[in-house]
């Protein structure tokens, strides 16, 4: 499976975006997906994912991010909203199926997405 992320941009602290990742090659619908982001000189850290039960948040996005996904689009979406400048990062979305480590690692998602910026000013 491809993916492809788009949607980040410069946005005033406050504001918000819309993250898209577009699957290709294969329905997405059975597979788990995330989101990841990655700062300057940091790891990449866990943002958001969604597999079979509830969606799972990082503490510092809960409340203000939301994902979902539209399977007839193939797409899964990261609603980011009351963005702050610690929400600076390249963004990836990341797929994944079977067994699986917890949601929260990246070893769990095999298939990347290629990344999008976010860039948040003061």
């Known amino acids: 499976v491809q993916l492809q992320a788009s949607g980040g941009g410069l946005v005033q602290a406050g504001g918000s975006l819309r993250l898209s990742c577009a699957a290709s090659?294969?329905?997405?619908?059975?597979?788990?997906m995330g989101w990841f982001r990655q700062a300057p000189g940091k790891e990449r850290d866990f943002v958001s994912a969604?597999?079979?039960?509830?969606?799972l948040y990082a503490d510092s996005v809960k409340g203000r991010f939301i994902i979902s996904r539209d399977n007839a689009l193939n797409t899964v979406y990261l609603q980011m909203n009351s963005l702050e400048p610690e929400d600076t990062a390249v963004y990836y979305c990341?797929?994944?199926?079977?067994?699986?480590?917890?949601?929260?690692?990246?070893?769990?998602?095999?298939?990347w997405g290629q990344g999008t910026q976010v860039t948040v000013s003061s």
């Open positions: 990341a797929a994944g199926q079977g067994v699986r480590s917890s949601l929260r690692t990246t070893a769990s998602y095999p298939y």
């Open positions: 090659g294969r329905s997405i619908s059975s597979y788990r």
């Open positions: 969604l597999s079979g039960g509830s969606p």
